[in-house]
């Protein structure tokens, strides 16, 4: 069986072939309004899908959000200029970098030798079946 290229594969069944198409209006879209909206509301904000006239906007933050509101009436102008029949333009606030923060948190805690050693030494005081030497154990185990 000979390898396919990905667009040959999405273009074959009828319902991928319409989630290709749209995400290539979506991509194409992006580009107009990455050249339209000022650069740095664009660099916080993305287009998030467009269907029967009506553009949805994800921004980053809030102010970015209210930015975008006030420039409703020009970014649908000049999307309209560009060929893009536009009757509504929604601005929602969407993070993205919301869960890579939140990962980041979740990294091994830094605990240096003496505070690992005194550590040690607590847990191995502690009744086999406790909880805490459990947790003290994992907590030497797992940092840095």
Known sequence: ???????????KADGLAR??????????????????????????????????????IHADSGAVAAKLRQLRPSLVGDLSLE???????QVKVQPVYAASQHKRALHSPSVGSAAKS??????????????????????????R
């Open 19 to 56: 989630l290709s198409a749209h995400a290539g209006r979506l991509l194409k879209l992006q580009r107009i309004y990455e050249r339209i909206a000022p650069s740095s509301l664009a660099a916080a904000s993305r287009v998030a899908n467009y269907r029967l006239g009506k553009v949805v």
């Open 118 to 143: 005194g550590l040690s030494r607590l847990a191995d005081s502690l009744p086999a079946d406790s909880p805490l030497k459990d947790a003290l154990g994992r907590l030497v185990r797992d940092s």
């Open 1 to 11: 069986m000979a390898a396919r290229s990905l667009d040959a594969y999405l273009n």
């Open 83 to 89: 060929g893009v029949e536009v009757t509504e333009m």
